[in-house]
């Protein structure tokens, strides 16, 4: 599985961005997917995450009510819907892909795509 992570950019504070993350490889779907985020000095840090077929989406504590995942699997591909962005939120955010006991723990994931930087200003 390959991944490739787009749709970042810089937004003001309050506003809103998708992140799309475009799979290859017929598996794709039978792994979860997360959006972990690494700001510079900082350890990686859970976003959210979906199961196989999007059923279930869960967040990592610092984005839960302001962050929608799903998932297309007839395209391939996971979204991230980031709204009432803070400046916190600013940061490189990566995609990845691997068994649903994955959770939250980056280590465990077997895919990864590059990031794609979000911008927040003030």
């Known amino acids: 599985v390959q991944l490739q992570a787009s749709g970042g950019g810089l937004v003001q504070t309050g506003g809103s961005l998708r992140l799309s993350c475009a799979a290859s490889?017929?598996?794709?779907?039978?792994?979860?997917t997360g959006w972990f985020r690494q700001a510079p000095g900082k350890e990686r840090e859970f976003v959210a995450g979906?199961?196989?077929?999007?059923?279930?989406?869960y967040y990592g504590d610092s984005v839960e009510g302001r962050f929608t995942i799903s998932r297309d699997n007839a395209k391939n591909t996971v979204y991230l819907q980031m709204n009432s962005l803070r400046l916190e939120d600013m940061a490189l955010y990566f995609c990845?892909?691997?068994?649903?006991?994955?959770?939250?723990?980056?280590?465990?994931?077997?895919?990864w795509g590059q990031g794609t930087q979000v911008t927040v200003s003030s």
């Open positions: 979906i199961t196989e077929s999007g059923s279930i989406p």
């Open positions: 990845a892909s691997g068994p649903l006991s994955a959770g939250n723990n980056p280590r465990k994931y077997m895919y």
């Open positions: 490889g017929r598996t794709f779907s039978t792994y979860a």
